[in-house]
């Protein structure tokens, strides 16, 4: 069955940096797009990022373009999510998704919190 483990969450000051990881299996990893969204307390789940099969597309939301970068390794099946110059509206949980087979069916991880505070 499809599984998605995110990691790499935490607590870090204004301007820092973290790298999420998502971890997929039971699915063929290199054959897909993937995603990263995020949910703060009260709103609503936002894009943050999307990377091509391949890894040569990229997508970010407006509020993390020139800040966080996806990348992926198809050989480790991950997909990862820098996040560099954070900021306290960054705080929320970090998740990864996966549409697969067809019609695509969502997958997502269980999440992992990014909290931005001094």
């Known amino acids: 069955q499809v599984q998605l483990v995110e990691s790499g969450g935490g607590l870090v000051q204004p301007g820092g940096s973290l790298r999420l990881s998502c971890a997929a299996s039971g699915f063929t990893f290199r054959s897909y797009a993937m995603w990263w969204y995020r949910q703060a307390p009260g709103k609503e789940r936002e894009l943050v990022a999307a990377i091509s099969s391949d890894g040569d597309g990229t997508n970010y939301g407006d509020s993390v373009k020139g800040r966080f970068s996806i990348s992926r390794d198809n050989a480790k099946n991950t997909v990862y999510l820098q996040m560099n110059s954070l900021k306290p509206e960054d705080t929320a949980v970090y998740y990864c998704?996966?549409?697969?087979?067809?019609?695509?069916?969502?997958?997502w991880g269980q999440g992992t919190q990014v909290t931005v505070s001094s």
């Open positions: 998704k996966a549409v697969v087979g067809f019609p695509g069916l969502n997958y």
